[in-house]
């Protein structure tokens, strides 16, 4: 009865990606401190196989959903624990099959197994399911750096000609049993999916429902963050191209450790100018983004109570 009555949710998506080291992980943090203080019942999904997202509201969070506060859910995906859910789910065990050894077909068995970047692929079947996830008001990723973010956000052009192909396979695959299966009779008969077809085209389904979300405008919040340097500027801009030829729209760039006020401070003065120059170019190269700032604070960015002045700077009205 209390999942017939749980309510569901038409889930906002907001994903923060970065050059390693802008603050991209505080931003998602303080965003989903935001969302969840305004009421909205919100979950933050780091899929960076480095995890710092536990660091940045100094709790440990693991690879299962965790509740933080009120309206707030954390969880880390674990890319060993993915992947080795992920091969269990699509290993096709050649050696209980042992009558289809004489037809060169054990290569393609293992395919789930020996495919390059499994490891991404397992993570994004996990990022999958979290994204498909009606329990919430807002799904907040926090990606890994922007060169294997943007590998890990452009993974459903790959996989969906991927996992056709692995369709395809199992539909030749499952011909030839059954042929073999008329021929012998005391061939071994099963019914269900031993070739993990319903799985497959599952996740097929969910492919294409992620490509749906990450090009819809209303749906999906994409935040560039970078700081007032040459080649944080430039990876970015290369980022933002690459998004915009999946038409994924980077909605916002926030500009972070920008250094305050400071006339005592010949150092800071010198370094606020250069800064200054560059905050021209990028509203000049992020023309068609907001454009948020955020100062650089004297501590570290780590705890509740920080995090929430990093969530009024950046969402102030």
């Known amino acids: ?40 019942k919100t979950l933050v999904v780091s899929v960076d196989p480095a ?60 395919i789930a197994g020996m495919t390059p970047g499994i490891d991404e692929i397992a993570a994004f079947d996990k990022f999958l399911k979290y994204m498909q996830s009606e329990e919430y008001d807002v799904i907040i990723f ?20 991927w996992i056709g192909k692995l369709i395809r396979m199992r539909m030749k695959i ?4 059954g042929i073999i299966k008329k021929i012998l009779p005391f061939g071994e008969k099963k019914d269900g999916d031993e070739f993990g ?8 389904k969910r492919i294409e429902m992620a490509k749906k979300i ?3 405008k209303q749906k999906t919040h994409f935040n560039l963050v970078l700081i007032p340097e040459a080649m944080s500027i430039l990876e970015s801009e290369r980022s933002m191209k690459t998004l915009d030829k999946y038409n994924i729209n980077v909605e916002s760039v926030i500009v972070n450790q920008l250094v ?37 604070f004297g501590h570290e960015v780590r705890g509740f109570p920080i995090l929430e002045k990093v969530a009024d700077t950046l969402y102030q009205k």
């Open 260 to 296: 305050p006020k400071n006339s005592g401070c010949k150092f800071c003065s010198e370094r606020r100018q250069q800064q200054t120059k560059r905050m021209e170019e990028i509203k000049n190269v992020f023309s068609g983004a907001k454009i948020r700032q955020l100062s650089q």
């Open 51 to 110: 995890h710092s997202l536990g660091d940045s509201f100094a709790v440990n969070i693991g690879g299962e959903v965790k509740k933080l506060d009120k309206n707030l859910f954390a969880v880390e995906i674990d890319p060993v624990k993915s992947m080795q859910e992920y091969k269990e789910k699509f290993s096709l065990h050649i050696e209980k099959m042992d009558y289809l050894k004489g037809f060169g077909l054990e290569d393609t068995f293992d």
């Open 142 to 161: 926090d990606t890994a750096p922007t060169g294997h973010a943007l590998r890990f956000l452009l993974l459903p052009e790959v996989l969906d000609s």
């Open 197 to 204: 077809g319903k799985e497959l085209e599952a996740m097929k």
């Open 214 to 216: 990450l090009t819809d």
């Open 1 to 40: 009865m209390k999942n017939i009555l749980k309510k569901k949710h038409d889930p906002q998506y907001y994903f923060f990606s970065g050059k390693g080291g802008v603050g991209k992980t505080s931003c998602a943090a303080a965003a989903a401190l935001y969302f969840a203080n305004s009421g909205k």
């Open 174 to 177: 499952t011909a030839v049993t």
